[in-house]
């Protein structure tokens, strides 16, 4: 049989697919077909590339059989598995090589034998025949499968484990009674009702796991079990303690975590033995108290997630670990005399929490976060062997005066506090982290860095620092420090001089200050710096001296005004680099780039003209983004296939939980289920839970072991409601969320379902699942409603959370973050961050940043959806002239705002009433840990628009203007694969060509235009831009792979009414008609448009790299007019404008699309 047998990628050795013909080679009807070939653990997976997906396979053991060359056929292998009933299969191999490979495993293989059997996971619905033929097995493990109570199982007489969790047993298998050398058995998830009489014949065993069954009572035999060490109790339906369990002399352990139990009687424990009692995720409110004498035994203690309003720990005289988080304890009473690490956060909290007598000579951990405390326990500078003291998210206004003292405490977390001031007596401490983070702190104690020899990690973003202390008294420091965090200060230039001390520095984020310069000659000082972030300043260069930087791998220095590109390329250990939202207009490189670099961002930069040669030199970087090119060449076309939605814009992030491969697919194909669904349901809510149904059924074989969280938000407008307002649909599922900003405030769009939520736990709890000391399902994962995972259901479902809100003028922005985001900062922190950013993508970007600057080494992803909703949601009666010519108010600084937004109360410009209007600027950034700090942000540029006459700017009747076309991008935070579904069982991804680490897709902006008229009200000046004169009529070229898109039809008259020539151009008037903004765009800011994100074409990859540069298409992808066919094609063309200039039928049906080829 297998030694290890998963489809985990970790145990598959070999893999193909190849011509197989199973039994003798001389029988006729067996025929050569061909089939998926896996070489696992030690055995050969046989099944057809469609029965692959749906767990539909054939096992052939190789321990004991053999391999064999087949000298009548050239490259084929015979493999046979032994005992009576063996079987045969002819593998037929490409090439001589990997018939070699192949040979070679599988001898390996043959030779072995075998006494560990895992087959987890398999689907089995009974026990292979094969499997009873060994007489040396082991260890079993037959965990999430299908199986019934088999009473063949005392045919191993060796057994010493045997897993058999998760399956269909339904009764207690008796025949596992019979096998005298089991030492560990796991009858876990089983729906089993009661344990056998005959369970105490197994007199050998030691560990004994019931979890998550429907058990209330234990049968008096398991007495007999003397040597029975560890009893796994939990989630069952006890009320109380067994009595049985007192005639166990040998239990250490006993878990009943997610019982029944409402009351914790103390004499229960009087007379067992066990040192470690779980009784989490219980229902006790009381505490019965006994004589302390009598529970000596008992050394750790774990009562989290209980209704305990008082806990009297120092009961337990001996207690040495207490768990007793999310509780609403008040008052906490511990005995110090062996006492080793406290773990008491999410409490009720008061201003003296926690009392300890004696003061703890032994504990070493201590954390009180996230209570309401007021005040630091004095007790704890006495602590001799105090490492680690957490006390963050308090109410905590000063810290002890002697804590900065200790000559133990090596890590103190105290962010999130109320610290107007750290203690001014620092004493050569050998504390190592620092984090303070969240505080009202002007200044650190002057001696900090110079007393503190050992201080490696600083964290104090989020205060009001103006100057640091200094790091030595003379040009030799003795400074150790490696990273600072000094994110979201005050800080200005005179602080510069005073980091060059800090000679071991390898991370220095400073963004979002007030930094004007950085010389040159302090940043050569730094020579040890591997990452530096520079975001959110006034900066205007970066100095040349990062060339002396050898170690370099990081430069994050996006929102500044920096004009000239620095020499970062000629580092060699460069990854990332992002100057995006600044001033560039050019950029210089070396003759060859830095061989780790993975990313380089220049979106957002107005000036900044690439020449071919550029272009190409950048083309094989993983993750290059810029802004699309302003003008189109004449000789350039592409073909896109269009289908009509209307008045709809989708948003979406996606997280992977550990893995690449879900995020991927998520993104790939999410938006086509939901395109289909909106053909299919009417209601909002019904849409959105159908598309995430639908889509984990379209995950296949991806989402069997893997998952991924995922929040979309979608804005529809109802096109049979004419007086109707938009309307915003959000759905989530696992830890990405979404928020709605609405008069400055934050508005929840999307819960997190975990265990925490009373309704989920019951839910997941009626399916026997399990929560682990990690507070995962089964181990798994910590949210109950999560893509993936199919495995773990019913337990863990991808049924999303939906919210649906109508917009209003209240309305500004939303925002969908990944876990990385919301776990650094909180709902109102990130809305007042960005509330006053007025460029999409700088918002965006900030966000990502702070939360770096804030700790997070999570992946991060962040989306800014800016809105502008009028008074009246939908009055399509008088008509509204077009703005009058001239340039609305744009900010000249780098990084500055498609839309512009008053900077008192951060409210956004609305038309007048009578129009109705909603339009929004979208952009994502996005942050993944494998390259450091790294950032990137992608925001799709706006098109001009002018109001319509009479009608509302999206209303679909409404719909006889220019369409145009831009590229957006949606990103993940993860290195792609290549794994997608298989093409013979599902049709290829439609519309998606990667880049590195992010999926390009496309926008399509509906735009609508009105008749010319000689008045404007102020409202439109700040809104819209004046009416571009026509660009060449050919569309922009695409990067390499063809995208779908939802829109209208695209004409050749639309697109050359709906472009603007270039940046700056100035028509015969001398009035600039067209203009770049400080985001990147180089279309003219628009009145309102929609904008839906579609992913459309399988990922490709091309010689050059993953794609050519924006500007430079491959010759694959453009549409070639032959010169003979070129008068022709032009006719069409012009025919087919003068039928877009006619009226639209009234009979068209819903999905009517048309092109002009």
Known sequence: LCHLISFGSERVQLSGTYNVRKGKLQLPVNRWTRRQVILCGTCLIVSSVKDSHTGKMHILPLIGGKVEEVKKHSHCLAFSSAGPQSQTYYVSFDSFTEHLRWHRHAAKMVSQRINSVDLSCCSLEQLPPNLFYSQDLTHLNLKHNFLPTDHRLHQFSRLRSLNLSNNQLGQFPVAICDIPTLTEVNLSCNYLTNVGQAVGSMTNLQTFLLDGNCLSELPSELGSLQRLSYLGLSFNQFTHVPQVLERLASMERLCMAGNSLDTLVLQSFRLLRVKHVDLRLNKIRVVVPDEPDLLRHVTQLDVRDNGLEELDASLFPRLEVLHCERNHIATLKVKGSVLKAVYAQNNGGSASPVRVSPVPSTLTYMDISRNRMEAVPEWLCEIKKLEVLDISHNLVTELPARLLCSSSLRKLSAGHNHLQKLPERVERPLLEVLDVQHNQLAELPCNLFLKSDSLRCLNASANKLEHLPPSSLSEESSSVLQELYLTNNRLTDKCVPLLTGHTHLRVLHMAYNYLHTFPASKMAKLEELEELDLSGNRLKTVPTTIMNLRRMHTLIAHSNTIEVFPEVMQLMEMKCVDLSCNELSEISLPENLPPKLQELDLTGNPRLNLDHNTLEHLNNIRCFR?????????????????????????????????????????????????????????????????????????????????????????????????????????????????????????????????????????????????????????????????????????????????????????????????????????????????????????????????????????????????????????????????????????????????????????????????????????????????????????????????????????????????????????????????????????EPIAGVFSNGSRVEVEADIHCLRAEASSSSSSGWERLLAPPPPPPPCTPEPLEEGVELTLGEAETREQREEGWSVGSGRKGDDGKTLGKRRGNGSVAPQEKSHNLIEVAADAPSKKGGGYFTAPAQPDPDDQFIIPPELEEEVKEIMKQHQQKQQKAPSPDQPADYYDTPL
């Open 626 to 986: 810029i802004d699309p090119p302003p003008t189109f060449s004449a000789n350039e076309a592409s073909v896109t296939r269009y289908a009509t939605l209307q008045d709809t814009a989708l948003y979406g992030v996606f997280d992977g939980d550990r893995n690449v491969e879900v995020p991927y697919l998520l993104q790939c194909t999410m938006n086509d289920v939901l395109a289909e669904e909106l053909h299919k349901t009417k209601s909002e809510e019904e849409h959105m839970t159908n598309t995430f149904l639908v889509m984990q059924r379209k995950l296949g074989t991806a989402g069997q072991k893997l998952g991924g969280s995922a929040a979309l938000c979608h804005i529809r407008h109802d096109p049979t409601d004419p007086g109707g307002c938009f309307t915003l649909t959000a759905a989530n599922v696992g830890k990405c969320q979404a928020i709605l900003c609405r008069d400055g405030k934050p508005l929840p769009l999307s819960l997190l379902h975990s265990v925490g939520l009373e309704e989920e736990y019951r839910r997941i709890r009626q399916h026997n699942a399990i929560i682990t000391e990690d507070n995962k399902v089964n181990g798994v994962t910590d949210s109950t409603r999560i893509m993936g995972y199919s495995f773990l259901y019913p337990a863990v479902i991808p049924r999303p959370y939906v919210s649906k809100v109508t917009l209003t003028p209240q309305d500004e922005f939303f925002i969908l973050g990944s876990r990385g985001l919301w776990d650094s900062l909180s709902q109102m922190e990130a809305v007042e961050a960005v509330r006053n950013v007025p460029d999409g993508l700088a918002a965006a970007k900030k966000l990502c940043t702070l939360a770096q600057g804030y700790g997070c080494t999570d992946s991060l992803c962040a989306v800014v959806v800016q809105l502008s909703v009028s008074e009246d949601c939908c009055s399509c009666d008088a008509p509204q002239p077009p703005p009058s010519p001239g340039l609305g108010g744009y900010p000249s600084s780098g990084g500055s705002s498609i839309k512009e937004r008053p900077s008192g109360d951060g409210s956004l410009p609305v038309p007048p009433s009578s129009c109705s209007e909603i339009s929004s600027e979208i952009s994502t950034s996005e942050m993944s840990s494998e390259v450091g700090s790294t950032a990137s942000s992608d925001e799709p540029p706006q098109s001009s628009l002018l109001p319509a006459r009479g009608c509302c700017s999206l209303h679909p009747a409404c719909l006889s203007g220019s369409f145009q076309r831009q590229l957006s991008s949606a990103t993940f935070s993860s290195a792609l694969s290549d794994n997608g579904l298989d093409s013979e069982d599902e």
